[in-house]
Structures are given as C-alpha cells and as structure tokens.
C-alpha cells in the first residue's frame, strides 16, 4: 500500500507537471498567438512601407524625368540663345554696314548737292555770259552791218571821185 500513496503522489506530480505544461503550452500558444498577430502586423507594415518606397521610387522617378526634360529644355533654350545671339551680331554688322554705306550716300549727297549748286551757278554765270556775248555779237553784226554799209558809200564815193576825175558819167551825174 505504500506503493500506492507513492504512485498517487507521483500521478499528482505528474498531473501538476502536465498541468504547468498545460498552462505553459497555452501561454506559449497564447504568445504565439501574439507573435503571429505581431507578425501580421509588422507584414502589414512592411507591406505599407514598400508601397511607400514604391511611391517614392515613382515620385523619384517622375522627377528624375523632370529634371532630364528641365535639362533637356534648358539645352535646347541655351542652343537657341546662341542662335539668337549669332544672329543678333550677324544682323547688327549688317546694319552696321548699311549705316555707314548710308553716311557715305548721306556725304556723296551733300558733295554732289554742292556740286549741283556750283553747276548751277556756273550756269547762271555763262548764262549770262551767253546773253552778253549775244549783245555784243549783235552789236558787232550792226556795226559791221554799218561798216559795209560805210564802206560801201566810201567806195561809191571814190568811184564818183574817180569817174568824174577822168570825165565820165557817174550815176549821180543826171541829177
């Protein structure tokens, strides 16, 4: 009968011992019930950090593409500035050019205006000289007009002299 209250003690222990693996079983179900909710919990987390990485990849990646075309515009802005500017200087030596070929026109005017004026006053001058060596030759033509006319008489009148020297008849004898 010993063996019994031995045997009890031993089924209480073990009772007790399955009793404590008992509780140490549901506790340690009971935390792997909370490591498994810790667990989905951090899934979730991780789960709502890549979507937050892979937003921020795409924002990264939309503002890298903005950059490249900024880049891009800002090249293309540049290459058109050195264009303009090439043509800006291109178009000012033109105009350079043309300013001074029309100050050259604007002296050669003034030279050829003065010119003019000079012309026309030689002209005015030999105009008048015209008009004078007219009056003169008209003068000559009267007295050369007047020395025929005088020489004429005078040899009329040495033809009488000489007619009436050497008796003839004169034509201004019947008078």
Known sequence: LLKVPAMDAQVREKDELIGSLRSQTNAADQHGEGLKDHVSELKRALSRAEDRANASAAEVTKGNQIIEKLQSDL?????????K?????????????????ADKLSRDAV???SQLESANAEKVALGRTVEEQKAKLEESRKVLEQNQQMIQWLNNQINEAQIAKYGGTSRFSFR
């Open 111 to 113: 030279v050829l205006g």
């Open 85 to 101: 500017s090439t043509v800006i200087t291109q178009q000012e030596l033109i105009l350079t050019e043309k300013q001074q070929m």
């Open 75 to 83: 090249k293309a802005s540049r290459a058109k500035a050195k264009l």
